[in-house]
């Protein structure tokens, strides 16, 4: 859907990055003077112990927090330069969030749910149906279009959450702890399925995880201790 | 439009608090409702008052009667172009709880001074032709199931008859309607002449005046030249517009609009405080939802929006429900069987109610929605 992002250089850029939260009179320096780059068509995944500032990287790299200094950069195009509203449209556009606890609508059928980032695009109501159809057909769940998350196990729900992720056919899709609230049959079917999408669709993925078996299935890992890319795992 | 849905199913999240909080906004509407008909219906002859009309009853009070013979004297006064009369008859059909009013006039006169009241041709000929005849008007006609020809016994405990019969009888010749919603159709009118020579007291007494002036600019001049006419005579006379009568009997009752106005703020300043609550509750336990939302689609503008509309649409649902409700009740009519002949909402305190529900759903959403739109995605996913 969307046009892909045209670059010589690498899709994502994270360029000198340090992010600092303060809580009360303290400091608190969660990532460090940190370089990362990702070219289309990566699976990264990105290791490390709780509290090395994997999730917050992803939240830079996804344009939801903004970094203290540095820069981030996808497809050649600086984050830092954009407004709030400017960077939720270009998130709706280019970014595909894959949540460790699904987050989606309780209310909403997994049709709607994979409907709701369609909303505020030009698409008619026929044209989004289409769309919701092909991501929900991609991830295995056409059966499943009518059902609402209560009834659907844990890996289902996180396919619809996939699908939700990629109905947009954004630039990258990124994905935090996907398999972490999974037990290892569904985590596998999930795994294989972000697989293909970057083996047969060449989505680009960066994926958040801490389970040595997923990141077995990325083409890269890259390890995060306290706020910094360990040295040998360096792209 | 292709935002109702999630609407709609974020206000079926909690349906126990949705239906209780709708349930307290449409009471608190049909409350509305019903105090606009009551005070309608107590200040309803100020709207209805022609302008160009002055009221002329006796100085110290209404119960005392005018002599007929004042009506040649203020028709010659200058700016007064008619003058009728009327007298409170005060009598009971059947039962004292059938109220409603009954006055002897002048059919001619009384017609050309009344265009409100709308009566066929060859009915304005009968009535005229029958000396026992009455007119009565639609509502009370149809509240009796009387129709043209029937003969009506009403019994007077202020005007005996000479000839000693209890009760006086009047020939139904004509039902009038009312030109529009607030005329009131629920008086009988029968003739002068026939009243006046069958009572026991003395003759050629009325018991008011209604003057129509030539032109409505100059009705208090001419008030005050009635006024004047009949000063240091043995019955001395107040002209007033017929609104200010209107309105100084409503004022008898108290300040009508203070009181609905106070009861209405009491119940409204609740309403909004419960509402303003479950909203403020719904936004916090859909923190990292709203966050999700915010990360996947929408600006914070949208998602203030996505509130208020929440907010708009149980508003207004509520509202409109309870309008809906207090209009279905007052349009059964007078619930006081005759106390309270223009009992009914006014389209314009409808409107005004949906306006309110509008303004209630924005004022309920505004601190929610600032809530939501102040919220960081970063950290409302860290809430997971």
């Keep these: ?235 | 439009m292709k935002f109702f849905p999630l609407i709609w199913c974020n206000l079926k999240r909690k349906k126990l608090r949705t239906f209780l909080t709708l349930l307290s906004i449409l009471v608190a509407f049909v409350l509305f409702g019903l105090l606009s008909a009551i005070k309608e219906a107590m200040t309803g002859g100020i709207s209805m008052a022609g302008a160009d009309r002055l009221v002329v009853q006796h100085k110290v009070s209404l119960i005392l009667l005018l002599p007929e013979s004042y009506k040649a004297r203020m028709e010659q006064l200058p700016g007064v172009d008619l003058a009728v009369f009327q007298t409170w008859f005060g009598g009971i059909y059947q039962d004292p709880k059938n109220f409603f009013m009954q006055n002897p006039v002048v059919p001619d006169q009384f017609l050309n001074m009344h265009p409100e009241f709308l009566l066929p041709a060859e009915q304005v000929k009968a009535w005229k032709e029958t000396r026992t005849g009455a007119i009565v008007g639609r509502k009370t006609a149809n509240k009796f199931h009387w129709k043209i020809g029937d003969k009506v016994p009403i019994k007077s405990p202020i005007w005996g008859r000479k000839d000693g019969a209890a009760a006086w009888e009047f020939d139904i010749v004509g039902i009038f309607d009312g030109k529009d919603k607030v005329t009131d159709t629920t008086s009988l009118y029968f003739r002068y002449d026939y009243f006046d020579e069958a009572h026991r007291g003395d003759r050629g007494q009325v018991g008011w005046y209604t003057v129509r002036v030539k032109d409505p600019k100059t009705s208090a001049d001419v008030a005050k030249l009635i006024d004047k006419e009949f000063e240091n005579s043995l019955a001395e006379v107040k002209a007033e517009p017929e609104a200010a009568m209107a309105q100084s009997w409503a004022n008898q009752l108290g300040d009508i609009a203070l009181i609905t106005t106070s009861i209405l703020g009491a119940v409204f300043f609740t309403i909004l405080l419960v509402t303003g609550n479950t909203m403020s509750q719904e936004v916090r336990e859909r923190t990292v939802e709203l966050g999700v939302l915010k990360a996947i689609v929408f600006t914070n503008t949208q998602v203030v929006v996505l509130v208020l509309a929440e907010s708009c649409v149980l508003a207004v649902l509520g509202g409109g429900l309870g309008l809906g409700l207090s209009w279905l009740i007052t349009s059964g009519g007078d619930p006081t069987g005759g106390m309270l002949p223009m009992f009914y909402i006014p389209t314009r305190d409808l409107l005004i109610g949906l306006g309110l529900s509008v303004a209630l759903g924005l004022a309920t959403g505004f601190f929610p929605a600032l809530q939501a739109m102040r919220l960081q995605v970063a950290v409302a996913l860290r809430r997971m």
């Design chain 1, 1 to 235: 859907m969307n046009e892909p992002t045209k670059t010589n250089g690498p899709l994502v850029n994270v360029d000198g990055v340090e992010k600092v939260f303060r809580r009360g009179s303290e400091d608190i320096h969660v990532l460090r003077d940190l370089h990362l780059k990702v070219p289309a068509g990566e699976f990264l995944a990105l290791m490390g112990p709780s509290g090395s500032g994997k999730s917050t990287l992803l939240n830079l790299i996804g344009g939801l927090d903004r970094p203290t200094r540095g820069s981030v950069s996808i497809g050649g195009e600086r984050l830092d330069g954009l407004s709030d509203r400017l960077l939720a449209g270009w998130r709706a556009r280019h970014i595909g969030f894959v949540f460790q606890l699904y987050n989606l609508m309780p209310t909403l059928n997994a049709e709607r749910n994979v409907e709701l980032p369609l909303l505020l695009t030009h698409l008619t109501k026929a044209e989004r149906r289409k769309h919701v159809a092909a991501a929900l057909e991609m991830v295995g769940l056409s059966h499943r279009a009518k059902h609402f998350p209560r009834t659907m196990s844990g890996g289902e729900q996180q396919r619809v959450g996939i699908a939700r992720g990629i109905v947009t056919d954004p630039t990258l899709l990124l994905c935090d702890e996907p398999t972490g609230d999974l037990d290892r049959k569904a985590g596998d079917g999930i795994l294989d399925l972000l697989q293909a999408l970057n083996r047969e669709h060449g989505k680009t993925i960066i994926m958040v995880t801490h389970d040595p078996h997923a990141s077995a299935r990325a083409l890269r890992t890259v390890h995060l201790d306290k706020g910094q890319l360990s040295a040998e795992a360096v792209a």
